[in-house]
């Protein structure tokens, strides 16, 4: 008898209890090994992706409360901060529920000195000259087949109402590749 035929008439032969245990052990080893790597990497994720040279607070309550705008000057006291802007989730709903994109009202001059944003199409004269402009992202006007000059009717339960915005620009980020995902700005905070 061979050292193989030995060893594999000991591990599945003699007892079949035993081995089918062992066997399975590695099996759900080896998938909570997966599963908890999955999970880490999904969790840094984010923060691997942004920029290196950024930071955002909020409202510890939530993303619809906002800072006291007051909190500005403060903040730009901090050592190393050298510009801030500043943007406040708006929650509107394009048609139907499931058309969900992120919408933040922005201060716009600000915005575009912090964000390197290229404009795709439209420029920025045009969006900061008025006060129902917006900016979208270069995937979500293809996803919705926009472009400058439309009108993007929202209805907000955060800020109730119908409003409706002019596309001023579809854009793409230089330096973030989370801006050209859906997403959209609007004109004035």
Do not use: H
């Amino acid at each position: 008898m061979t050292l193989a035929g030995l060893s594999v008439r000991n591990a599945f032969l003699r007892n079949k209890t035993r081995a089918f245990l062992t066997v399975l052990g590695v099996v759900i080893t080896t998938v909570a090994f997966l599963f908890l790597r999955t999970v880490l990497t999904a969790w840094y994720a984010s923060s691997e992706a942004s920029s290196a040279d950024r930071i955002v607070t909020r409202n510890a309550i939530s993303l619809t409360q906002s800072l006291p705008l007051a909190y500005s000057d403060r903040i730009a006291q901090v050592p190393g901060v050298t510009r801030l802007t500043w943007s406040n989730w708006f929650g509107g709903i394009y048609k139907d529920r499931k058309n969900f994109f992120a919408q933040f009202a922005i201060d716009p001059v600000s915005a575009l000195e912090v964000f390197d944003i290229r404009f795709v199409q439209g420029n920025k004269t045009d969006f900061l000259g008025d006060r129902n402009a917006c900016i979208v992202g270069k995937g979500l006007a293809e996803k919705f087949g926009w472009k400058v000059g439309d009108t993007v009717p929202l209805f907000s339960e955060i800020y109730p109402g119908d409003w409706k915005f002019r596309i001023a620009g579809v854009i793409e980020g230089a330096d973030d590749a989370s801006i050209a995902t859906p997403c959209t700005s609007i004109g004035r905070d």
